[in-house]
């Protein structure tokens, strides 16, 4: 069974304000007049002394998706859906929320059967560990920018019989909540890409910090 403690991931703002303000080019004082607040306070943010309202909170969030999308996340998330190559989306309680036909393909069934089930109950090995650090992390708080990993699927349940090896990229995207939902995207490859990866990334996978 999926470890609880990692159920409730909460924002941590610090990491999120300044993540948004260096990556959009942003001064405090430019991030302050999109968000229609003090210079004072996007710094107090920034320092953690203080958190955004709601209101900022769910404006913040929708400066990051418009900076790196040009769709709404409804038609995003049923792309996904459709894609041929390897994707999905996952909450910060391990539980899937979409995934293409491409890695849906790859686990032997159909998209339908792996969205709404948490990774432990589909996979086991590196998939769940993943999460885990992940989770460790920070990730679904805002404080990873991004990684890349090597992981062996193998199936359970659903993905009973599956066996892949893949070479996986993650980031985070930013959601109405507001939360944090791992994107993860990445190619089947071969035992040896796969361990050719490890040995370049010293480990099964790499995070980067946000900034």
């Not at 209101?55 to 409804?74: E, G």
């Amino acid at each position: 069974m999926m470890d609880t403690r990692f159920n409730n991931s909460e924002i941590y703002w610090p990491a999120v304000v300044r993540h948004y303000r260096v990556s959009a080019g942003l001064n405090q004082t430019e991030l302050a007049n999109r968000l229609a607040v003090t210079q004072t306070m996007v710094s107090r943010w920034e320092a953690g002394g203080a958190a955004p309202s709601r209101r900022v909170q769910d404006l913040l969030f929708d400066l990051f998706w418009a900076d790196s999308a040009t769709i709404s996340r409804d038609v995003w998330m049923q792309r996904i859906a459709h894609n041929p190559c390897m994707v999905f989306v996952v909450d910060a309680q391990g539980v899937v929320q979409t995934a293409s036909r491409g890695f849906a393909r790859l686990a032997g069934c159909s998209p339908d059967e792996i969205a709404g089930r948490s990774i432990d109950a589909l996979f086991e090995g590196d998939a769940m560990s993943l999460f885990e650090r992940l989770s460790e992390a920070g990730f679904f708080e805002g404080r990873i920018a991004g990684a890349e990993s090597a992981e062996l699927y193998i199936g359970r349940d659903q993905a009973a019989g599956s066996r892949f090896f893949a070479h996986g990229l993650h980031r985070p995207v930013f959601m109405p909540g507001p939360q944090v939902l791992w994107l993860a995207s990445g190619s089947e490859v071969t035992q040896q890409n796969y361990e050719d990866v490890r040995e370049r990334l010293g480990g099964p996978s790499v995070l980067r910090k946000a900034i």
